[in-house]
């Protein structure tokens, strides 16, 4: 891989027009053929693995990727960062020109156009961009995956099991976290323990539901060694997390079944956040956290010993990065349940490309996750403007009932557009935002004034990872 983070379109526009006129074989010598027409872009090819669907393909490889650019992962460095930003979107032009609109993708963000002999996908992620060339089967054989996954999916829509777990998770004692703790839970669950040669070498309890309609399961994370015990206070287990895949058409309703359980059950949440539609209930022993992903999660933590880990790692960890985009406290606190009394300080976004990680994930959050917690969290204000020019701003606003966007540029029209509640609102949003930051006219985020309150007089906006300290 070139190791320049220069982004050349037109040596890239060269890449794409070679592999869309090359005889492809698909053999293994293709590899060598097509390496002296792309010198000095480095190719590998390969079989596409991990389904019996990928076998009914009758080539030597049925996958080239070709890597066109790369920065060191995670760099802030903004000339790199905005180097790989816009050759990508030049690309993504050139080659919209040349092939026409890309056709829909299976992966979010990937653009895919269908050719005669090769199906080429456009990755561009934070920290670099490449080809990925597949054959006309494999392409097949791929949508076929994804035609069954989606049909798997489609059948996972039976949350019951879960709520049927949930009271006896929130009735246990946790106690030291031991084994003998935890097995009356387990027992009072019901399902099918799990005793595979893997999950006993890892130690792990877990329970498992396992259908083609129905994945569930109730797993008791033993605690790693760098965990120190002695140190922090942990039992033999650190985590105990329940879990079921769920098709996403279900999982809102799913979810709002499930705080609703937890409110009877737990009280009112006393703080929310994102992303992945965090409700927390922190208790002197025991924290319980209720989220979304890939279905439902439930998670019980010892509420000192995780704590006091995540608070050193923080304070003496150089990497380590909170997970959470935004918390908000709701004013529901309890005799039983009340909010940690620190909260990991806002990082300021000392450039650009900082500020584009920052709001690529807050915006979808809080478009998708406020509607879910409503009424525990119900608005977020936001703002971005140049501090000697209060005519030039980007503002908006994200709510259960919908979102609003409002841009003021030198010299352009106003633009102002609402949303409904939805996560692509969200995606929109950062995308328009993220565009219209290098147009304010100032070298860097720390030239503007930065941002953000909840108008609900009830809730506090604690975190939001926005770039500003404060």
């Known amino acids: 891989m070139s190791e320049s983070p220069v982004f050349d379109v037109a040596e890239a526009m060269r890449v794409a027009r070679e592999v869309e006129r090359f005889d492809w074989s698909w053999s293994a010598s293709d590899i060598e ?10 190719l590998r090819g390969s079989k596409l693995r991990g389904s019996e669907l990928y076998s009914e393909t009758s080539t030597e490889i049925d996958v080239v990727m070709v890597d066109i650019a790369d920065i060191v992962l995670d760099s802030v460095d903004d000339p790199e960062r905005d180097a790989l930003w816009t050759g990508s979107a ?10 026409g609109e890309p056709d829909p993708s299976i992966v979010q963000g990937v653009l895919v156009w269908v050719l005669p002999q090769v199906v080429v996908e456009l990755h561009r992620p934070t920290d670099r961009v490449y080809f990925r060339l597949l054959s006309p089967d494999a392409h097949r054989s791929t949508e076929a995956l994804y035609r069954a996954w989606q049909e798997q999916d489609e059948q996972r829509t039976d949350f019951a099991p879960f709520l049927a777990a949930l009271p006896r998770i929130a009735d246990a004692h946790f106690g030291s976290w031991s084994r003998s703790d935890l097995e009356p839970l387990f027992d009072a669950v019901g399902w099918p323990i799990d005793i595979s040669e893997g999950r006993l070498f890892r130690e792990d309890l877990v329970a498992e539901l396992n259908g ?6 109730l797993h008791a994370s033993r605690t790693k060694d760098y965990m120190d015990p002695d ?16 098709s996403w058409r279900v999982t809102p309703q799913a979810y ?3 705080l609703r359980l937890c409110v009877e059950l737990l009280g009112p949440p006393p703080v929310v956040g994102g992303p992945d539609t965090q409700a927390i209930w922190r208790g002197a022993d025991v924290t319980y956290t209720l989220e979304t992903g890939n279905g439902l999660h439930f998670s019980v933590t010892p509420t000192e010993a995780v704590e006091s880990l995540e608070y050193w790692e923080w304070k003496w960890g150089d990497g380590w990065n909170p997970p959470e985009s935004w918390q908000m406290t709701t004013g529901a606190d309890g005799a039983r349940f009340g909010t940690r009394d620190w909260w990991v300080p806002e990082r300021r976004a000392e450039t ?8 690529t994930k807050l915006f979808p959050s809080l478009a998708y996750d406020l509607p879910l917690l409503a009424p525990y969290a119900t608005a977020v204000v936001w703002g971005f ?10 503002h908006g606003w994200f709510a259960d009932d919908g979102a609003g966007l409002q841009i003021h540029l030198p010299g352009a029209e106003p633009f102002k557009q609402t949303y409904p509640p939805e996560l692509q609102s969200g995606r929109l949003i950062a995308a328009e935002t993220t565009a219209a930051l290098r147009k304010l006219g100032v070298a860097s985020p720390t030239d503007l004034k930065m941002v953000a309150w909840t108008p609900q007089g009830t809730q506090t906006l604690d975190t939001i990872r926005l770039g500003f300290t404060g």
């Not at 650009?352 to 709001?359: A, G, K, R």
Request: charged residues 25%; negative net charge; without cysteine.
């Open 33 to 42: 053929r097509l390496q002296s027409l792309l010198a000095p872009f480095e």
């Open 90 to 99: 030049a690309l993504r032009t050139e080659l919209i020109e040349a092939w």
């Open 212 to 217: 083609d309609a129905l994945r569930a399961s």
């Open 231 to 246: 140190r922090w206070g942990f039992g033999t287990y650190w985590r105990l997390t329940l879990d079921q895949s769920l």
């Open 256 to 258: 709002a079944a499930a």
């Open 352 to 359: 650009w490309s900082m500020l584009d990680d920052y709001i």
């Open 385 to 394: 403007r140049v501090a000697e020019d209060p005519g030039t701003f980007i």
